[in-house]
T-cell receptor
Framework: AQTVTQSQPEMSVQEAETVTLSCTYD???????LFWYKQPPSRQMILVIR??????QNATENRFSVNFQKAAKSFSLKISDSQLGDAAMYFC????????FGTGTRLTIIP | GAVVSQHPSWVICKSGTSVKIECRSLDFQATTMFWYRQFPKQSLMLMATSNEGSKATYEQGVEKDKFLINHASLTLSTLTVTSAHPEDSSFYIC?????????????FGPGTRLTVL
């Protein structure tokens, strides 16, 4: 079974600064997808960014980017210019084809 | 993006009663829907995979007779918690995938908070 590990239960960052959330996973497959989801206090799961394992180029979405290291099975999320609205639980997820979520990282933005 | 709705958003029921939660894909057809359970400050735990027109596939440790899933159409899946007890109190989230492609994005419903008294 695949496992997804988020080693940082909580993180905080000053507004406008940059923060990186860590995620590692374990799999024997070569074709899979990785995701970062955001869950704000409303508890609605929101897709932040996704990465196809066959793509070497790191995905980016505006202020959000990933550092995908396939050999190391690492998939970290970098949030640049942090905003108050970024405060949420962030879940890393692996999919092939069923999805497995990590335990989550609670991100606090300090004004 | 595509929209998935859940109804009700919250429900309170007495112990021993049954509760039905609906999950609908509003603007796409979903061959596959998923049901998750989330305890406070924890991650989402997959309960079962719901396939239209066939029996749901339950994860290990999830009682299929307790959590009845029906995926009667390409836009609707229901989860019925039968003979609910206080330990069933939780946040239940459904998600749906448009079409069959593995890389299709999974869209989540807003969740249903169940409280069993």
């Amino acid at each position: 079974a695949q496992t997804v590990t988020q080693s940082q239960p909580e993180m905080s960052v000053q507004e406008a600064e940059t923060v990186t959330l860590s995620c590692t996973y374990d799999t024997s497959e070569s074709d899979y997808y990785l995701f970062w989801y955001k869950q704000p206090p409303s508890r609605q799961m929101i897709l932040v960014i996704r990465q196809e394992a066959y793509k070497q180029q790191n995905a980016t979405e505006n202020r959000f980017s990933v550092n995908f290291q396939k050999a190391a099975k690492s998939f970290s999320l970098k949030i640049s210019d942090s905003q108050l609205g970024d405060a949420a639980m962030y879940f890393c997820a692996y999919r092939s084809p069923d999805i497995t979520f990590g335990t989550g990282t609670r991100l606090t933005i300090i004004p | 993006g595509a929209v998935v709705s859940q109804h009700p958003s919250w429900v309170i029921c007495k112990s021993g009663t049954s509760v039905k939660i609906e999950c609908r894909s509003l603007d796409f057809q979903a061959t596959t829907m998923f049901w998750y359970r989330q305890f406070p400050k924890q991650s989402l735990m997959l309960m079962a995979t719901s396939n239209e027109g066939s029996k749901a596939t339950y994860e290990q440790g999830v009682e299929k007779d307790k959590f009845l899933i029906n995926h009667a159409s390409l836009t609707l899946s229901t989860l019925t918690v039968t003979s609910a007890h206080p330990e069933d109190s939780s946040f239940y989230i459904c998600s749906a995938i448009p079409g069959l492609a593995r890389n299709n994005e999974q869209f989540f419903g807003p969740g249903t908070r169940l409280t069993v008294l």
